[in-house]
């Protein structure tokens, strides 16, 4: 294995082996349960020029800044930013309405009322969109859950399971339709052949600049929080 690689390994029942670079520049390696450590390891030695060009690009990209609730602030909400106002008086602790407020007494709160009102916000919206193109596609799923991933936009399990990370409500709606639409094709197929992006194109026509934004921006949606 190579010397400078320190993967974080996760072992599912998928089918597939794949790599992942992390937005704080680390390999995850996604494995099937029963698959060899030995053959993860060697995968790793063959791809080590792919891991470490990519851990260099992630590296260099602008770190988000450093969160401090203050007032004039922005904070992400479906692609676009929204400064904080820190109000004296308010009859809620935390509110959206043109921009986020937190009341002054609650600033020290600050993080757990915003992730729980991005989290609030992240079920109702993507679990709509959701429905609607299962719905328009004919494609059932077993279950729907909200996660706190940072890397991993969304997942599909064996039996049809659906998660995705509330992080993504912070992404422009195309970004959103475009996860869903990917998790949804994993449904009838579970690796990514030419097959399955073709179901992804078919469920979400253009999805490749969607899938770009995620990856040029994705970092941000992390970082924040």
Not at 40 to 63: G, H, Q, T, Y
Not at 96 to 106: D, L, T, V
Not at 152 to 157: F, V
Not at 194 to 208: D, I, N, Q, S, T
């Amino acid at each position: 294995m190579a010397e400078t690689v320190t993967p974080r390994i996760v072992r599912s029942r998928r089918r597939t082996l794949a790599l992942v670079i992390t937005s704080d520049a680390c390999l995850e390696i996604r494995a099937p349960l029963r698959m060899p450590a030995e053959f993860i390891e060697a995968f790793i030695d063959k791809k080590s020029l792919w891991i470490s060009r990519k851990i260099a690009e992630v590296s260099a990209r602008p770190r988000p800044p450093v969160v401090e609730f203050s007032d004039g602030e922005e904070f992400l909400y479906l692609g676009s930013a929204y400064r904080l106002s820190i109000v004296d008086d308010a009859d809620l602790p935390f509110s959206f309405e043109g921009g986020f407020h937190i009341a002054k007494p609650h600033r020290a709160f600050a993080r757990e009322l915003f992730v729980r009102w991005y989290k609030e916000k992240a079920v109702s919206a993507i679990k709509e969109r959701l429905d609607l193109r299962a719905s328009l596609s004919g494609i059932g799923y077993n279950s729907f859950n909200i996660t706190s991933a940072r890397s991993r936009w969304g997942s599909c399990s064996g039996n049809g399971d659906l998660r995705f990370s509330w992080r993504l409500i912070m992404a422009p709606l195309h970004a959103i339709d475009y996860v869903i639409a990917h998790e949804l094709a994993h449904i009838d197929r579970k690796d990514h052949s030419r097959e399955f992006w073709k179901r992804v194109e078919g469920l979400f026509p253009g999805y490749a600049e969607s899938a770009k934004w995620l990856k040029d921006n994705g970092h941000l949606l992390a970082g924040i929080l």
